[in-house]
Protein backbone atom coordinates (compact mmCIF):
# COMPACT_ATOMS: atom_id res chain seq x y z
CA UNK A 1 0.00 0.00 0.00
CA UNK A 2 1.38 3.59 -0.91
CA UNK A 3 2.08 5.80 1.46
CA UNK A 4 -0.36 8.53 2.77
CA UNK A 5 0.77 11.89 1.82
CA UNK A 6 -0.56 15.48 2.53
CA UNK A 7 -2.04 17.24 0.05
CA UNK A 8 -4.26 19.51 -1.54
CA UNK A 9 -8.05 19.33 -0.75
CA UNK A 10 -9.79 19.02 -4.77
CA UNK A 11 -12.10 21.08 -5.80
CA UNK A 12 -15.73 20.11 -4.94
CA UNK A 13 -18.16 19.70 -7.62
CA UNK A 14 -20.69 22.75 -7.80
CA UNK A 15 -23.32 22.92 -5.42
CA UNK A 16 -27.08 23.05 -6.01
CA UNK A 17 -26.90 21.61 -9.26
CA UNK A 18 -27.73 17.79 -9.89
CA UNK A 19 -24.10 16.24 -10.07
CA UNK A 20 -23.26 12.84 -12.15
CA UNK A 21 -22.75 10.98 -9.28
CA UNK A 22 -25.74 12.47 -7.40
CA UNK A 23 -27.71 10.62 -10.21
CA UNK A 24 -26.14 7.51 -10.20
CA UNK A 25 -26.44 6.97 -6.65
CA UNK A 26 -29.90 7.67 -7.20
CA UNK A 27 -30.23 5.39 -9.70
CA UNK A 28 -28.25 2.80 -8.08
CA UNK A 29 -30.39 2.90 -5.23
CA UNK A 30 -34.02 3.16 -7.54
CA UNK A 31 -32.74 0.10 -8.97
CA UNK A 32 -32.34 -1.63 -5.86
CA UNK A 33 -35.95 -0.44 -4.60
CA UNK A 34 -33.71 0.78 -1.47
CA UNK A 35 -35.42 4.10 0.37
CA UNK A 36 -32.97 6.76 1.37
CA UNK A 37 -33.07 5.28 5.08
CA UNK A 38 -31.88 1.71 3.97
CA UNK A 39 -28.96 3.24 2.05
CA UNK A 40 -28.01 6.02 4.65
CA UNK A 41 -28.71 3.52 7.61
CA UNK A 42 -27.19 4.21 10.93
CA UNK A 43 -23.82 5.80 9.72
CA UNK A 44 -25.26 8.98 7.96
CA UNK A 45 -29.09 10.75 8.19
CA UNK A 46 -31.45 10.26 5.06
CA UNK A 47 -31.74 14.09 4.57
CA UNK A 48 -27.91 14.13 4.17
CA UNK A 49 -28.25 11.14 1.53
CA UNK A 50 -31.35 13.01 -0.29
CA UNK A 51 -28.41 16.18 -0.47
CA UNK A 52 -25.77 13.92 -2.28
CA UNK A 53 -28.34 12.50 -4.67
CA UNK A 54 -29.29 16.46 -5.37
CA UNK A 55 -25.68 17.69 -5.71
CA UNK A 56 -26.33 20.22 -2.90
CA UNK A 57 -23.63 18.04 -0.76
CA UNK A 58 -20.48 15.68 -1.78
CA UNK A 59 -19.77 12.63 0.54
CA UNK A 60 -16.67 11.84 2.00
CA UNK A 61 -14.28 8.73 0.20
CA UNK A 62 -15.60 6.96 3.92
CA UNK A 63 -19.16 7.60 3.21
CA UNK A 64 -18.93 6.98 -1.05
CA UNK A 65 -17.24 3.43 0.36
CA UNK A 66 -20.66 2.73 2.58
CA UNK A 67 -22.95 3.87 0.00
CA UNK A 68 -21.27 1.72 -2.56
CA UNK A 69 -21.49 -1.51 -0.39
CA UNK A 70 -25.01 -1.09 -0.31
CA UNK A 71 -25.63 -0.62 -3.52
CA UNK A 72 -23.71 -3.50 -4.21
CA UNK A 73 -21.78 -1.57 -6.83
CA UNK A 74 -17.97 -1.33 -7.91
CA UNK A 75 -15.77 2.12 -7.00
CA UNK A 76 -15.81 2.77 -10.92
CA UNK A 77 -19.35 2.74 -11.25
CA UNK A 78 -18.99 6.31 -9.69
CA UNK A 79 -16.33 7.53 -12.27
CA UNK A 80 -19.24 7.27 -15.11
CA UNK A 81 -20.64 9.87 -16.31
CA UNK A 82 -19.44 13.71 -17.68
CA UNK A 83 -17.99 14.69 -14.56
CA UNK A 84 -16.19 12.98 -11.47
CA UNK A 85 -16.58 13.55 -8.08
CA UNK A 86 -13.44 14.20 -5.72
CA UNK A 87 -14.63 11.79 -3.18
CA UNK A 88 -15.24 9.06 -6.02
CA UNK A 89 -11.78 9.54 -7.29
CA UNK A 90 -10.29 9.35 -4.38
CA UNK A 91 -11.87 5.80 -3.46
CA UNK A 92 -10.57 5.23 -6.76
CA UNK A 93 -7.59 5.41 -5.78
CA UNK A 94 -7.58 4.13 -2.34
CA UNK A 95 -8.72 0.68 -3.46
CA UNK A 96 -6.69 0.51 -6.75
CA UNK A 97 -3.51 1.10 -4.58
CA UNK A 98 -4.79 -1.68 -1.98
CA UNK A 99 -5.73 -4.07 -4.91
CA UNK A 100 -1.73 -3.27 -6.11
CA UNK A 101 -0.37 -4.20 -2.24
CA UNK A 102 -2.45 -7.34 -2.44
CA UNK A 103 -1.23 -9.06 -5.59
CA UNK A 104 -4.63 -8.00 -7.25
CA UNK A 105 -2.84 -5.69 -9.98
CA UNK A 106 -5.49 -6.97 -13.03
CA UNK A 107 -7.96 -4.78 -10.77
CA UNK A 108 -5.60 -1.95 -9.85
CA UNK A 109 -4.89 -1.79 -13.89
CA UNK A 110 -8.33 -1.57 -14.71
CA UNK A 111 -8.98 1.05 -12.25
CA UNK A 112 -5.87 3.88 -13.08
CA UNK A 113 -7.16 3.11 -16.96
CA UNK A 114 -11.06 4.31 -15.78
CA UNK A 115 -9.76 7.40 -13.31
CA UNK A 116 -6.76 8.63 -16.01
CA UNK A 117 -9.38 9.62 -18.79
CA UNK A 118 -10.76 11.65 -16.67
CA UNK A 119 -10.00 15.82 -15.87
CA UNK A 120 -7.61 15.35 -13.39
CA UNK A 121 -6.11 17.57 -11.06
CA UNK A 122 -1.90 17.07 -11.79
CA UNK A 123 -1.11 15.26 -8.12
CA UNK A 124 -3.59 12.90 -8.77
CA UNK A 125 -2.87 12.62 -12.07
CA UNK A 126 0.72 11.63 -11.06
CA UNK A 127 -0.52 9.40 -8.21
CA UNK A 128 -2.51 7.25 -10.68
CA UNK A 129 0.20 7.15 -13.16
CA UNK A 130 2.54 5.87 -10.17
CA UNK A 131 -0.19 2.70 -9.37
CA UNK A 132 -1.05 2.13 -13.41
CA UNK A 133 2.67 2.15 -13.56
CA UNK A 134 3.33 -0.88 -10.75
CA UNK A 135 0.10 -2.40 -12.02
CA UNK A 136 2.10 -2.91 -15.35
CA UNK A 137 5.41 -3.52 -13.87
CA UNK A 138 3.56 -7.05 -11.37
CA UNK A 139 2.18 -8.26 -14.85
CA UNK A 140 5.84 -8.39 -16.04
CA UNK A 141 5.52 -5.07 -18.77
CA UNK A 142 7.80 -2.83 -17.70
CA UNK A 143 8.57 -1.74 -21.11
CA UNK A 144 4.77 0.08 -20.85
CA UNK A 145 5.40 1.40 -17.36
CA UNK A 146 8.52 3.51 -18.43
CA UNK A 147 6.73 6.45 -20.19
CA UNK A 148 4.17 6.47 -17.67
CA UNK A 149 6.57 6.56 -14.73
CA UNK A 150 8.77 9.13 -17.09
CA UNK A 151 5.90 11.93 -17.55
CA UNK A 152 4.90 11.12 -13.27
CA UNK A 153 8.81 11.62 -12.59
CA UNK A 154 8.95 15.01 -14.78
CA UNK A 155 5.71 15.88 -12.78
CA UNK A 156 6.75 15.47 -9.37
CA UNK A 157 10.41 17.20 -9.76
CA UNK A 158 8.83 20.57 -11.06
CA UNK A 159 5.96 20.18 -7.81
CA UNK A 160 8.98 19.67 -5.65
CA UNK A 161 6.62 16.52 -4.39
CA UNK A 162 9.12 14.89 -1.98
CA UNK A 163 7.48 11.77 -0.84
CA UNK A 164 5.77 10.86 -3.99
CA UNK A 165 9.14 10.81 -5.99
CA UNK A 166 11.15 8.89 -3.45
CA UNK A 167 7.76 6.40 -4.45
CA UNK A 168 8.84 6.92 -8.02
CA UNK A 169 12.12 6.40 -8.21
CA UNK A 170 11.66 3.11 -6.04
CA UNK A 171 9.36 1.95 -9.15
CA UNK A 172 11.54 3.26 -11.96
CA UNK A 173 14.38 0.96 -9.99
CA UNK A 174 12.10 -1.96 -10.12
CA UNK A 175 10.88 -1.55 -13.88
CA UNK A 176 14.49 -1.23 -14.71
CA UNK A 177 14.99 -4.51 -12.17
CA UNK A 178 12.42 -6.53 -13.99
CA UNK A 179 14.25 -5.86 -17.46
CA UNK A 180 17.09 -7.17 -16.39
CA UNK A 181 19.02 -4.13 -15.99
CA UNK A 182 20.58 -4.00 -12.85
CA UNK A 183 23.15 -1.04 -13.30
CA UNK A 184 20.21 1.12 -14.07
CA UNK A 185 18.09 -0.42 -11.18
CA UNK A 186 20.89 0.25 -8.43
CA UNK A 187 21.02 3.79 -9.46
CA UNK A 188 17.39 5.05 -9.19
CA UNK A 189 17.27 2.79 -5.67
CA UNK A 190 19.88 4.56 -4.92
CA UNK A 191 18.22 7.49 -6.02
CA UNK A 192 15.26 7.17 -3.83
CA UNK A 193 17.21 6.35 -0.75
CA UNK A 194 18.95 9.52 -0.89
CA UNK A 195 16.25 11.49 -1.26
CA UNK A 196 14.62 9.45 1.27
CA UNK A 197 17.40 10.32 3.83
CA UNK A 198 18.37 13.66 2.60
CA UNK A 199 14.24 14.84 3.43
CA UNK A 200 14.35 13.50 6.94
CA UNK A 201 11.02 11.67 5.94
CA UNK A 202 10.22 8.07 8.92
CA UNK A 203 8.35 5.79 6.61
CA UNK A 204 9.32 2.49 8.03
CA UNK A 205 7.44 0.39 5.31
CA UNK A 206 9.23 2.51 2.38
CA UNK A 207 12.37 2.60 3.86
CA UNK A 208 11.88 -1.20 4.14
CA UNK A 209 10.90 -1.74 0.49
CA UNK A 210 13.97 0.01 -0.48
CA UNK A 211 16.40 -1.37 1.24
CA UNK A 212 14.70 -4.62 0.00
CA UNK A 213 15.02 -4.27 -3.44
CA UNK A 214 18.82 -2.67 -3.22
CA UNK A 215 19.24 -5.85 -1.40
CA UNK A 216 18.31 -7.98 -4.35
CA UNK A 217 20.51 -6.15 -6.66
CA UNK A 218 23.66 -7.69 -4.13
CA UNK A 219 21.99 -10.80 -4.90
CA UNK A 220 21.61 -11.10 -8.56
CA UNK A 221 25.38 -9.23 -8.53
CA UNK A 222 26.50 -12.73 -6.88
CA UNK A 223 27.12 -10.78 -3.06
CA UNK A 224 24.99 -13.18 -1.12
CA UNK A 225 26.57 -12.26 2.27
CA UNK A 226 25.97 -8.65 1.48
CA UNK A 227 22.67 -9.10 0.62
CA UNK A 228 22.17 -11.49 3.63
CA UNK A 229 23.05 -8.02 5.21
CA UNK A 230 21.02 -6.00 3.63
CA UNK A 231 17.82 -7.70 3.91
CA UNK A 232 18.33 -7.93 7.96
CA UNK A 233 18.32 -4.33 7.64
CA UNK A 234 15.00 -4.03 5.52
CA UNK A 235 13.52 -6.27 7.76
CA UNK A 236 14.14 -4.72 11.01
CA UNK A 237 12.89 -1.91 9.58
CA UNK A 238 9.58 -3.42 7.89
CA UNK A 239 9.10 -5.43 11.04
CA UNK A 240 8.30 -2.07 13.21
CA UNK A 241 4.56 -1.81 10.49
CA UNK A 242 4.35 -5.15 10.11
CA UNK A 243 3.79 -4.50 6.36
CA UNK A 244 3.23 -8.17 5.27
CA UNK A 245 3.78 -7.85 1.67
CA UNK A 246 7.94 -5.97 2.19
CA UNK A 247 8.41 -8.17 4.85
CA UNK A 248 7.19 -11.34 2.44
CA UNK A 249 9.43 -10.39 -0.07
CA UNK A 250 12.78 -9.70 2.01
CA UNK A 251 12.27 -13.52 3.56
CA UNK A 252 12.15 -14.62 0.03
CA UNK A 253 15.29 -12.33 -0.82
CA UNK A 254 17.07 -14.15 2.47
CA UNK A 255 16.46 -17.41 1.00
CA UNK A 256 18.25 -16.82 -1.99
CA UNK A 257 20.82 -15.83 -0.52
CA UNK A 258 21.29 -17.93 2.03
CA UNK A 259 20.77 -20.68 -1.14
CA UNK A 260 23.68 -18.85 -2.96
CA UNK A 261 26.04 -19.75 0.09
CA UNK A 262 24.68 -23.18 0.37
CA UNK A 263 22.74 -22.91 3.68
CA UNK A 264 19.76 -24.50 2.79
CA UNK A 265 18.44 -25.38 5.55
CA UNK A 266 18.11 -21.59 6.65
CA UNK A 267 16.97 -20.62 3.11
CA UNK A 268 13.89 -22.94 2.92
CA UNK A 269 13.14 -22.02 6.73
CA UNK A 270 12.82 -17.98 4.96
CA UNK A 271 11.33 -19.33 1.83
CA UNK A 272 8.34 -21.39 3.97
CA UNK A 273 8.44 -17.80 6.12
CA UNK A 274 8.03 -15.83 2.92
CA UNK A 275 5.40 -18.61 1.77
CA UNK A 276 2.89 -18.71 4.56
CA UNK A 277 2.90 -15.14 4.51
CA UNK A 278 1.84 -14.81 0.50
CA UNK A 279 -0.70 -17.27 1.00
CA UNK A 280 -2.81 -15.19 3.38
CA UNK A 281 -2.36 -12.35 1.29
CA UNK A 282 -3.66 -14.57 -1.19
CA UNK A 283 -0.89 -13.53 -4.38
CA UNK A 284 -1.09 -16.17 -6.29
CA UNK A 285 1.81 -15.10 -8.38
CA UNK A 286 4.15 -14.32 -5.32
CA UNK A 287 3.10 -17.56 -4.03
CA UNK A 288 4.17 -19.43 -7.08
CA UNK A 289 7.60 -17.45 -7.27
CA UNK A 290 8.40 -18.70 -3.59
CA UNK A 291 7.68 -22.29 -4.86
CA UNK A 292 9.78 -22.07 -7.56
CA UNK A 293 12.31 -20.48 -5.09
CA UNK A 294 11.63 -23.68 -2.65
CA UNK A 295 11.89 -26.34 -5.45
CA UNK A 296 15.19 -25.30 -6.88
CA UNK A 297 16.41 -25.45 -3.17
CA UNK A 298 15.42 -29.11 -2.92
CA UNK A 299 16.78 -29.90 -6.43
CA UNK A 300 20.09 -28.46 -5.62
CA UNK A 301 19.59 -31.01 -2.48
CA UNK A 302 19.01 -33.82 -4.47
CA UNK A 303 15.31 -34.14 -3.26
CA UNK A 304 13.77 -34.48 -6.60
CA UNK A 305 10.42 -36.38 -5.60
CA UNK A 306 9.65 -33.37 -3.21
CA UNK A 307 10.58 -30.61 -5.65
CA UNK A 308 8.82 -32.10 -8.16
CA UNK A 309 5.92 -31.74 -5.88
CA UNK A 310 6.54 -28.27 -5.11
CA UNK A 311 6.82 -27.06 -8.85
CA UNK A 312 3.78 -28.88 -9.72
CA UNK A 313 1.74 -26.96 -6.70
CA UNK A 314 2.87 -23.84 -7.78
CA UNK A 315 2.32 -24.63 -11.86
CA UNK A 316 -1.27 -25.65 -10.74
CA UNK A 317 -1.57 -22.09 -9.04
CA UNK A 318 -0.49 -20.17 -11.64
CA UNK A 319 -2.24 -22.19 -14.92
CA UNK A 320 -5.46 -20.28 -12.22
CA UNK A 321 -4.70 -17.00 -12.67
CA UNK A 322 -3.34 -17.32 -16.24
CA UNK A 323 0.39 -16.27 -15.57
CA UNK A 324 2.57 -16.60 -19.00
CA UNK A 325 5.57 -15.81 -17.15
CA UNK A 326 6.46 -17.72 -14.81
CA UNK A 327 4.42 -20.94 -15.24
CA UNK A 328 6.66 -21.93 -17.77
CA UNK A 329 9.90 -22.39 -15.24
CA UNK A 330 7.64 -24.06 -12.86
CA UNK A 331 7.13 -26.59 -15.69
CA UNK A 332 10.42 -26.53 -16.33
CA UNK A 333 11.76 -27.57 -12.67
CA UNK A 334 9.25 -30.19 -13.34
CA UNK A 335 10.82 -31.40 -15.98
CA UNK A 336 14.16 -31.45 -14.10
CA UNK A 337 13.03 -33.13 -11.35
CA UNK A 338 11.59 -35.71 -13.47
CA UNK A 339 14.89 -36.33 -15.11
CA UNK A 340 16.78 -36.80 -12.28
CA UNK A 341 14.49 -39.18 -10.41
CA UNK A 342 14.88 -40.78 -14.22
CA UNK A 343 11.43 -40.47 -15.30
CA UNK A 344 12.82 -39.81 -19.26
CA UNK A 345 9.21 -40.43 -20.57
CA UNK A 346 7.55 -38.39 -18.04
CA UNK A 347 10.71 -35.00 -18.18
CA UNK A 348 10.14 -35.52 -22.23
CA UNK A 349 6.76 -34.48 -21.86
CA UNK A 350 6.88 -31.84 -19.55
CA UNK A 351 9.90 -29.73 -21.65
CA UNK A 352 7.78 -30.06 -24.65
CA UNK A 353 5.18 -28.06 -22.95
CA UNK A 354 7.69 -26.03 -20.89
CA UNK A 355 8.98 -24.87 -24.06
CA UNK A 356 5.44 -24.03 -25.65
CA UNK A 357 4.62 -21.89 -22.84
CA UNK A 358 7.76 -20.26 -23.34
CA UNK A 359 7.28 -18.94 -26.74
CA UNK A 360 4.70 -17.03 -25.22
CA UNK A 361 7.08 -14.82 -22.72
CA UNK A 362 9.27 -12.26 -22.96
CA UNK A 363 11.51 -13.33 -20.26
CA UNK A 364 15.24 -14.01 -21.19
CA UNK A 365 15.66 -16.23 -18.49
CA UNK A 366 12.61 -18.38 -19.10
CA UNK A 367 14.54 -18.87 -22.18
CA UNK A 368 17.42 -19.87 -20.88
CA UNK A 369 15.62 -22.67 -18.30
CA UNK A 370 13.89 -24.07 -20.97
CA UNK A 371 16.66 -24.69 -23.30
CA UNK A 372 18.75 -25.76 -20.75
CA UNK A 373 16.61 -28.26 -19.39
CA UNK A 374 15.47 -29.12 -22.77
CA UNK A 375 19.32 -29.81 -23.80
CA UNK A 376 19.61 -31.98 -20.80
CA UNK A 377 16.74 -34.40 -21.91
CA UNK A 378 17.83 -34.44 -25.46
CA UNK A 379 21.12 -35.60 -23.83
CA UNK A 380 19.54 -38.16 -21.81
CA UNK A 381 17.28 -39.52 -25.01
CA UNK A 382 20.96 -39.70 -27.07
CA UNK A 383 20.06 -37.18 -29.37
CA UNK A 384 22.90 -34.98 -29.28
CA UNK A 385 22.72 -33.01 -31.64
CA UNK A 386 19.19 -31.39 -30.56
CA UNK A 387 20.87 -31.03 -27.64
CA UNK A 388 23.76 -29.23 -28.46
CA UNK A 389 21.47 -26.76 -30.15
CA UNK A 390 19.55 -26.72 -27.26
CA UNK A 391 22.76 -25.35 -24.99
CA UNK A 392 24.18 -23.18 -28.04
CA UNK A 393 20.47 -21.27 -27.70
CA UNK A 394 20.96 -21.11 -23.66
CA UNK A 395 24.38 -19.68 -23.98
CA UNK A 396 23.26 -16.96 -26.83
CA UNK A 397 20.71 -15.76 -24.24
CA UNK A 398 22.22 -15.97 -21.29
CA UNK A 399 24.96 -13.63 -22.53
CA UNK A 400 22.45 -10.79 -22.97
CA UNK A 401 21.46 -10.75 -19.42
CA UNK A 402 24.06 -9.59 -16.59
CA UNK A 403 23.84 -13.34 -14.88
CA UNK A 404 27.34 -14.65 -14.72
CA UNK A 405 26.36 -17.49 -11.98
CA UNK A 406 23.50 -18.45 -14.44
CA UNK A 407 25.87 -18.63 -17.58
CA UNK A 408 27.93 -20.69 -15.49
CA UNK A 409 25.09 -23.08 -14.82
CA UNK A 410 24.30 -23.06 -18.37
CA UNK A 411 27.83 -23.83 -19.56
CA UNK A 412 29.01 -26.31 -16.58
CA UNK A 413 25.68 -28.52 -17.69
CA UNK A 414 26.64 -28.26 -21.39
CA UNK A 415 30.81 -29.57 -20.52
CA UNK A 416 29.39 -32.66 -18.41
CA UNK A 417 27.17 -33.42 -21.59
CA UNK A 418 29.85 -33.45 -23.99
CA UNK A 419 32.78 -35.58 -21.32
CA UNK A 420 29.43 -38.22 -21.60
CA UNK A 421 29.89 -37.79 -25.46
CA UNK A 422 33.61 -38.79 -25.38
CA UNK A 423 34.24 -35.08 -26.64
CA UNK A 424 37.20 -34.38 -24.55
CA UNK A 425 38.73 -30.78 -25.96
CA UNK A 426 34.75 -29.43 -26.30
CA UNK A 427 34.01 -30.50 -22.86
CA UNK A 428 37.52 -28.91 -21.61
CA UNK A 429 36.63 -25.47 -23.43
CA UNK A 430 33.20 -25.35 -21.99
CA UNK A 431 34.37 -26.13 -18.32
CA UNK A 432 36.71 -23.24 -18.82
CA UNK A 433 33.62 -20.96 -20.05
CA UNK A 434 31.69 -22.07 -16.76
CA UNK A 435 34.90 -21.36 -14.76
CA UNK A 436 35.51 -17.92 -15.90
CA UNK A 437 31.95 -16.76 -15.58
CA UNK A 438 31.80 -17.72 -11.87
CA UNK A 439 35.14 -16.22 -11.45
CA UNK A 440 33.44 -12.97 -12.34
CA UNK A 441 30.33 -14.18 -9.76
CA UNK A 442 33.99 -14.12 -7.02
CA UNK A 443 35.36 -11.18 -8.61
CA UNK A 444 32.31 -8.82 -8.07
CA UNK A 445 32.25 -10.47 -5.08
CA UNK A 446 34.99 -9.03 -3.32
CA UNK A 447 34.68 -5.78 -5.00
CA UNK A 448 31.59 -5.20 -3.61
CA UNK A 449 32.86 -5.89 -0.09
Known sequence: MLTKRARERPKRDAPHRTSALGLRIRKARQELGLSLAAVAGSDFSRAFLNQIELGTAQPSTHTLQIIARRLQQPIDYFLEGPEVSAAAVELTLAEAEMRLHQGDHGRAEQLMTTILRNDLQQEVRTRAQLVLAGAYIRRGA???????LEEAIGAAERAHWTALLVELYDWQGRAYYVMRRAHEAGRWFDRAYELYQSAGMADPVLKARILGHRANLHYVAGQPEDAIASYQ???????????MPAL???YEGLALSFQQTGQYPRALSYAQKSLRIFETLQDLRMTGQLRLNMADMLLQQGRAAEAEAVFGEGAAQLRRVGDRELLPLLVTGMAEA???????ARASELIDEALDLAG?????????GTHRVAARVHHARRRYSTAHRHFDRALEVATTIDSPDLRARVAYDYARALEEEGDAPQAAARFR????????????TAEGK
Do not use: C, K, W
Request: proline residues 6%; negative net charge; charged residues 20%.
Open 248 to 250: AGI
Open 360 to 368: RSTDPIVAV
Open 233 to 243: DAIAAAEQVLD
Open 338 to 344: ALEQGAL
Open 433 to 444: QAYEAGHAVNTR
Open 142 to 148: APEAMPI
